[in-house]
């Protein structure tokens, strides 16, 4: 059962000094549903009891509001560009979660100034407090942006599909993390299998070539990075239906295939 949606927008501060836990969804690539999973997961997360706040992180070219077809009137730029307050862009979306929408096209968020880097993070450490959970959806690639959005969260999940193409940026972008970040634990969420245990083949493929060719980089034995696979969505029909509906797979179709899965992925984050 949700809480209606001024709590959502405007949250209590979590009892005891706690801080939202922040997770960074990313990817090699675009196109492997990156944002679908960020959404989802904040449905299913918040379904599980969590206050979540989904933060579009891929700041020129922001498609969060698109995916949850929401129109809004305030996002970050306005935020960062001192014509709103932050209360103001933090806005309730279907699930039951928040959202702090971008602006899209925004040419200027396409490389990390100071100033930039200086507003994310006064953002994140603003609203850090008042939730416990905050996904941060960020652009995919290397880019410096992707890699310090990235930087800014206690874990990582990134998000590959069984497609050579996808593989290969997803253990790029691993490497980069291990290498420039000291990741030594990076969860993996292979999305769009087509057949039971895919994704646990792929993490198998890719933890291989890790050891062989990134772990020597890290120190040795005691510094290897782990690859943990927490999620395995299927390929199912119904994501298509909701994406073109622009409706949350959880909220429309909560008992297909990948909406279950969905749900195995939050069970295991919060374990």
């Known amino acids: 059962m949700t809480a209606p949606n001024d709590s959502i927008a405007r949250p209590s501060p979590p009892s005891g000094g706690r801080c939202a836990r922040t997770i960074a969804v990313t990817s090699g690539k675009g196109g492997v549903g990156k944002t679908f999973i960020s959404a989802n997961l904040a449905a299913a997360l918040t379904r599980r009891g969590e206050r979540v706040l989904v933060l ?3 700041l020129g070219l922001a498609n969060l509001d698109v995916v949850l077809n929401l129109h ?70 290397i880019s410096d942006v992707v890699l310090f959005a990235v930087s800014l969260a206690d874990q990582v999940l990134v998000v590959a599909t069984p497609e050579p193409t996808s593989m290969t940026d997803a253990y790029a972008t691993i490497k980069v993390l291990a290498t420039q970040q000291s990741r030594r634990v990076i969860q993996l969420v292979v999305n769009q299998t087509g057949r039971l245990g895919e994704g646990r083949t792929i993490r198998g493929q890719l933890q291989q070539v890790i050891d062989r060719y990134v772990s020597p980089l ?16 299927p390929s199912d029909p119904a994501v298509r239906e909701a994406i073109l509906k622009r409706q949350l797979l959880l909220e429309s179709l909560p008992g297909c295939a990948a909406a279950k899965a969905i749900g195995l992925l939050a069970d295991k984050l919060l374990s």
Request: proline share 6%; aromatic share 4%; glycine share 12%.
């Open 56 to 58: 579009d992180a891929d």
């Open 72 to 141: 809004p009137k305030i996002t970050l730029h306005d935020v960062f560009t001192g014509k709103a307050e932050l209360e103001e862009a933090i806005l309730p979306a279907p699930g039951g979660f928040s959202v702090l929408l971008a602006g899209s096209g925004m040419v200027e968020y396409s490389r990390l100034t100071i100033e930039v880097r200086e507003q994310l993070l006064a953002i994140i450490d603003k609203v850090k407090p008042r939730f416990d959970r905050i996904i941060l959806d960020t652009g995919a690639g």
């Open 218 to 233: 890290l120190g040795g034995p005691s510094e290897a990075l782990k690859l943990e696979l927490v999620g395995d969505i």
